[in-house]
Structures are given as C-alpha cells and as structure tokens.
C-alpha cells in the first residue's frame, strides 16, 4: 500500500499509540494486537474491494488538503479535520464497494465529509458523516425522498444501504 491511504492509516496509528500505549496498563502483547490488525487491513486493502476503498480514502486525503484550513470555501467553511477523516474511513471501510457504484465525495460547511451517489434518472443519495452520526438525504425524480439521522458505530443502517444500491441499480424505493 502505497500513498494517501498508509499516510492516513499510519497517522491514526500514531494517534492511537499516542493515546493508549503512553497510559499505563498496556502490555507488548497489546502492541502484537496492533500489528496484527495492521497486517490484516494491508491484506484487505489488497483486495478487489480494497483497490475502490483505496480510491476513496486517495480522494479523502485530497479533500483534506484541500478543506483543511479555516474558510477553505472562501465563505467561512470550517477545516476538515482529522477525527472527521477517520470517521469517513470508518464508513467506507463499511460500504459493500464490490457491488455499489462509488460515490462522489464533498465537503459540507462545517467540515464533515460527504459522499453523494446519483444515477441517470438524477436519483440521488447523500449520506453526511458527522461523528458517530449519520445524516442521510434520498431524492427521487419523481418526488419521492427519504432522509434521516442514524447512529453509526460499527455498521451502516440497512436502510441507508438499501437507498444507496438504488441508485446504482436505478430503482426506486418506496420512503
């Protein structure tokens, strides 16, 4: 792995050591665990899935570089920050990206990453991640919509997923 993806991980790392490995109470068999884990999502990154998650995290360290200074919009949009990176990698490391269609990725006005889906008939699904929540929009031509808040900590809501693989496969769900 090579790039935005391990600059990335390995700064969460560091963040993660700095934070549980200076208190007391870890062991090296702790660190083992670490490098294990590390070990395990190099492999995973390799994968066909992998190869589109390491796409997206390669265009959230641009977006990064891009927003992560005060007003980065020229209009008062706040900074991108680190903690918002993460919580957007945690949910791409989540999408099913082997059969989904990838999204676009944004930046809303208060530094929070975005990822948009929209298919020829200009459905479109916009999923907000703000921490360990979710805030979700799916707009349909005819009119319909659906949208939400969600919690998020290990896994996406079913709903949200379903309204995703709408769009790529161009149907439309009832909201």
């Given at each position: 792995?090579?790039g935005?993806?391990?600059?990335?991980?390995?700064?969460?790392?560091?963040?993660?050591?700095?934070?549980?490995?200076?208190?007391?109470?870890?062991?090296?068999?702790?660190?083992?665990?670490?490098?294990?884990?590390?070990?395990?999502?190099?492999?995973?990154?390799?994968?066909?899935?992998?190869?589109?998650?390491?796409?997206?995290?390669?265009?959230?360290?641009e977006?990064?570089?891009?927003?992560?200074?005060?007003?980065?919009?020229?209009?008062?949009?706040?900074?991108?920050?680190?903690?918002?990176?993460?919580?957007?990698?945690?949910?791409?490391?989540?999408?099913?990206?082997?059969?989904?269609?990838m999204?676009?990725?944004?930046?809303?006005?208060?530094?929070?990453?975005?990822?948009?889906?929209?298919?020829?008939?200009?459905?479109?699904?916009?999923?907000?991640?703000?921490?360990?929540?979710?805030?979700?929009?799916?707009?349909?031509?005819?009119?319909?919509?659906?949208?939400?808040?969600?919690?998020?900590?290990?896994?996406?809501?079913?709903?949200?997923?379903?309204?995703?693989?709408?769009?790529?496969k161009?149907?439309r769900?009832?909201?």
């Amino acid at each position: 792995m090579t790039g935005c993806a391990t600059n990335l991980y390995d700064e969460h790392v560091a963040l993660t050591q700095q934070s549980y490995y200076n208190s007391a109470g870890v062991s090296k068999a702790s660190e083992h665990v670490e490098e294990n884990l590390r070990e395990v999502t190099l492999h995973q990154v390799s994968s066909a899935s992998g190869d589109r998650l390491m796409q997206l995290q390669g265009e959230l360290y641009e977006l990064w570089e891009e927003a992560g200074a005060p007003n980065w919009d020229n209009d008062g949009g706040a900074p991108v920050t680190l903690p918002a990176v993460l919580d957007a990698m945690h949910f791409m490391r989540e999408l099913p990206l082997t059969y989904i269609t990838m999204p676009t990725l944004g930046v809303d006005r208060k530094g929070c990453i975005t990822l948009d889906w929209e298919n020829a008939h200009h459905d479109s699904v916009t999923v907000i991640v703000r921490g360990k929540r979710l805030i979700f929009a799916a707009l349909y031509g005819d009119g319909d919509e659906a949208h939400g808040i969600s919690g998020f900590v290990n896994r996406i809501p079913e709903l949200i997923i379903r309204h995703i693989e709408s769009i790529g496969k161009n149907e439309r769900l009832s909201p």
